[in-house]
């Protein structure tokens, strides 16, 4: 798998959360005041290091490859708010280069006895299913400790995130491991949560953005008829597995219930046995059928946390490209649709999510 490769099928975006805390560490125990303030000096550390755009394009320390990527990211850019037809934010007006490859790391825990994110909240920027750390020895003590509280985790590492306009991101050198069609991706999503962002409904924002990107990307490059009608071939078979592997979290869940185990130890076993068994043989077979040599629920490591992640980044993707189909237009008319409808949402103050409400017409 190459570089690029390993990237696209890692790629996670997080909203950085430390700086954005500050203000309510008058208001969080103490446990993540420690967090907060640790992660609140690698923001600024990230902000503080670095350099404005033109400056780094003339350092000769900078390779002709990285100053190239820069420059496609400025293009990148000017096409989305133009796109939209939105004011540009100051994003992606300085780099920062980082000493990993990775820009932060995210931890995400799931009890044994349930495939279900735990949620870490903060008082003014809401809930999310994951605690992001900079260093990477701090996220694995961390995910040490909730191992010893009784939950299986999963770090992961992250090569973007957003603060959703609070600050102005910089271009991270770990944007310079992409290929061009990834880059742009990349940047679109960020991008996109700088124009539309829903308060503790992760799962609706990565969604969102992810569609959109993916469209705008399509738009962007107009690739030809063979390059668009392979692209769409592999997405078909990828959703295929998406959907069989969401499938199965809720076959594990409900095993789980109706053992009903006293110790934990017994639920990693049951997994273990439901992955090593039905489950290998399930995709063994669904890839051999699908024509696929790289297919993942065979390859990556599952425990309750791992398939945790997946299922936050994942579920909501096929209702967003269907509501699309249903209210038709372009990508700027659907933002619209959808802009109006969180304004209807708000206005009625409706007492559930607001993804309920937006897919009401999506069965």
Known sequence: MNITTALRASRVRVLSIGVLCFISL???????????????????????????????????????????????????????????????????????????????????????????????????????????????QDAWDHAQRLGESGYATYIRPVYAYSTLGKFDDPILSSFFYYDDFDLGELIFHELFHTIFFIKDEVDLNENLANYFSEMMAAEYFKHDDQWKAEKAEKERKTRILRKELVSWVKKINEGYKENNFTEDRQYRDYLQSILSGPFSKHFHKLCSQLGLVDCFPLKRKWNNASLAAYMTYEKAGNKIEQLHHLVGGDLPGFLAYIEQQWMDYKKAGIDREFSDFLFEKVK
Do not use: M
């Not at 600024?44 to 290091?49: A, E, R, T």
């Not at 900078?62 to 293009?75: F, G, P």
């Not at 990148?76 to 780099?95: C, G, H, N, V, W």
């Not at 931890?107 to 495939?115: G, K, L, N, Q, W």
């Open 26 to 136: 008058g208001l969080s125990s103490c446990a993540k005041i420690k967090y907060i303030w640790g992660q609140g000096k690698g923001q600024v550390s990230l902000l503080h290091n670095a350099r404005e755009n033109s400056e780094v394009l003339k350092d000769p320390r900078v390779t002709s490859s990285q100053k190239d990527k820069i420059r496609l990211i400025k293009k990148y850019k000017e096409y989305f708010y133009q796109y939209y037809e939105r004011a540009p934010s100051a994003l992606y007006d300085k780099t920062s280069f980082l000493k990993d490859k990775a820009v932060t790391y995210l931890v995400i825990a799931s009890p044994f006895r349930e495939i279900k994110a735990k949620k870490e909240c903060f008082y003014f920027v809401g809930c999310f299913p994951y605690l992001g750390f900079f260093a990477k």
